[in-house]
């Protein structure tokens, strides 16, 4: 089902549409009571309904023939007091399905969102952040009106129809049947149109998807493409997914509004048979004229709840492909599950790697039988060109992909035999990409550890000197920050990072290329506070600048899938090996 890109539509599973309906029907039954309330409520409703036409019969064939005017009014009072109870009722109901169908919504959002949380790299690697918006959004969102009018118009409309179809049958057969013998007619008709139909919908929701994913990458990447004044290339690509969009919608409606026009055929065909029976074959002197009125009436209260349900019929294949999309999601199962509630103990930082064999797609093995053991305390700095495997590395070890083969122990324990947050909740993880949150430098700090003191929050702060430009600004702790950390240098975001790892006290820390946004000048400043970071517990650094590792108690140059040199920096200069051709071409110096 994955699609890693908006250029391509995403695929479609082959769930059956009616255990998607039933799926999405069943969050109705959270709201049993008030659901029997409402049908209660429409149930009088239809009751009036129906009994209109009989009172018509009734004053036509009786009061006003006879000139039993009190009759009359009697009568006429009673229907209005009817009539107003059930305008009331309408009202009523409306309010109560409302209320009823955004719960509904808001506990499938709520399903669907944590539910994302527990997916792991996998799922978010392989489609844009703009797909996975418009699931949560836009899919949602559709589902409101199919809910409401399941209940408004599916179960009183069928009802209607059925007590319709009765009353006619009790009254006069010959008639009833002339009047519905267009039914298996409009039958046939909706079966095609909504086997069309449902593939139509579904090519339009994978084509809004795409637009959104172009839409969210677009802006996201904005900087970028006004840089490199790509403005008129995106441009372009939008027109040609609006497009696309367009006529994917155009091509789905069309489908669906023949069905209105079916149902109005079949309607005019099923009055015109009923007035042809009712004339020429049973004859005016066997059909009272309140008869005539009377069926011309439920002919109309037939034909115009077959007109809603086919509405509402529409609306199911309309949005049964959002349905689909949202269940699919919450079907995913993560690929990284706790196998059982053992908790990691509090970590020493001992790091093993037996034999790890590692491959993103089961094809190409990034890491081929690396081995390595990392003692409490340790700190290794991982460096190698480009794509060789660093970053794989340290996410194996804080479990955000398994291993194919092999094992990763920390302090002897396999990390896929504890729970991923009593293993990940012990390390602090820094990378280039330091996102912050929108709210106050402060609370993106404390993001670290939540139950940190605002003394704690200045403590860690001033550990990696982020203090100092925090003082700088107008409000200090409590200046708010924009989505993403916009209004800070990159230098300063990247110490407001370290602050928030800082107060994590994690007992392994990951830092992967976390100095990189950071001028010489800062990095002298941070190094003090790195080095403070560091202390005491397992670190594993990757640097492409070899001057930041320089101290590091080992250094693993990895390439071709494994581990090629290690030792310290003096030991790998003197061994002239890679390392050295890498110190080099860094110092731009001849390779002797
Ligand atoms: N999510 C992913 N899906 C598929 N392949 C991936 C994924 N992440 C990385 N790779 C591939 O795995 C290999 C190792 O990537 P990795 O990020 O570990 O390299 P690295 O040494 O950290 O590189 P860099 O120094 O550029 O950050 C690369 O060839 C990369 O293309």
């Not at 949380?117 to 899919?139: A, C, E, V």
Request: aromatic share 8%; glycine share 6%.
């Amino acid at each position: 089902m994955s699609v890693n890109s908006y250029k391509e539509d995403e695929h479609s599973t082959g769930t059956s549409k009616r255990n998607t309906l039933k799926r999405l029907f069943s969050y109705l039954l959270f709201y049993k009571k008030k659901i029997t309330f409402v049908l209660v409520i429409m149930g009088f409703c239809v009751v009036v309904s129906l009994l209109n036409p009989l009172f018509m019969e009734y004053a036509i064939d009786n009061d006003i023939t006879s000139g039993n005017m009190s009759g009359l009014v009697r009568l006429i009072l009673a229907a209005a007091v009817l009539n107003l109870l059930m305008v009331a009722g309408i009202r009523l109901r409306m309010y109560l399905m409302a209320d009823i169908t955004n719960s509904i919504l808001v506990t499938i959002r709520q399903e669907l969102y944590t539910h994302i949380q527990t997916l792991d790299f996998n799922f978010f690697d392989s489609r844009p952040t703009g797909k996975i918006l418009s699931r949560i959004i836009g899919d949602i969102n559709s589902l409101k009106d199919v809910l409401g009018n399941f209940v408004t118009t599916m179960i009183p409309d069928l009802l209607t129809v059925i007590a319709v179809a009765g009353i006619m049958l009790v009254k006069n057969p010959p008639l009833a049947l002339a009047a519905l013998c267009s039914l298996p007619l409009m039958a046939l008709g909706m079966w095609l149109i909504q086997t069309i139909s449902h593939k139509r919908w579904q090519i339009f929701r994978k084509k809004a998807s795409n637009l959104n994913a172009f839409i969210h990458e677009d802006i996201s990447g904005i900087r970028v493409i006004q840089s490199f004044t790509a403005e008129q290339e995106t441009a372009e690509t939008f027109r040609e997914l609006v497009k696309e969009h367009r006529h994917s919608f155009i091509r789905a409606c069309r489908m669906n509004d023949s069905l209105g026009s079916i149902i109005d055929f079949s309607w005019g065909l099923g009055v015109a048979a009923m007035y042809f029976v009712g004339i020429r074959i049973l004859g005016t002197d066997q059909v009272s004229l309140g008869t005539f009125i009377a069926f011309g009436t439920y002919i109309g209260m037939f034909w115009s709840p077959i007109m809603n349900l086919s509405n509402f019929y529409n609306q199911i294949i309309t949005n049964l492909a959002a349905a689909e999309r949202i269940f699919e999601v919450l079907d995913t199962k993560p690929e990284i599950t706790d196998e059982n509630d053992s908790v990691m103990p509090p970590m020493k930082g001992d790091v093993v790697f037996q034999n790890v064999c590692f491959s993103y797609d089961n094809k190409v093995n990034v890491l081929q039988n690396v081995s390595f053991h990392i003692h409490p305390g340790e700190t290794i700095a991982l460096v190698g060109p480009t794509g060789a495997g660093k970053t794989t590395i340290v996410n194996l070890i804080s479990r955000f992909y398994d291993v194919q083969k092999g094992a990763v122990l920390i302090d002897g324990i396999d990390v896929r035999s504890v729970t991923t947050l009593s293993l990940r909740s012990q390390m602090g993880i820094m990378t280039q990409d330091n996102f912050l949150f929108t709210g106050t430098i402060r609370d993106n700090i404390r993001y670290g550890r939540l139950d940190a003191t605002d003394d704690e929050i200045i403590a860690a702060a001033k550990a990696v000197h982020a203090h100092e430009f925090i003082m700088k600004l107008e409000k200090g702790y409590d200046t708010e920050l924009k989505e993403r950390g916009g209004g800070l240098s990159v230098g300063q975001k990247q110490l407001l990072a370290f602050a928030r790892t800082m107060i994590s006290d994690p007992s392994i820390l990951i830092l992967d290329e976390a100095t990189s946004s950071i001028d010489t000048n800062t990095e002298l400043l941070v190094q003090e506070g790195i080095e403070t970071l560091l202390q005491g517990r397992t670190s594993f650094v990757i640097a492409h600048r070899l001057s930041t590792i320089q101290k590091a108690d080992r250094i693993f140059v990895i390439d071709q899938g494994g581990i090629l040199e290690e030792g310290n920096a003096h030991e790998l200069l003197e061994k002239k090996g890679a390392y050295y051709r890498l110190h080099m071409a860094q110092m731009a110096l001849p390779v002797s």
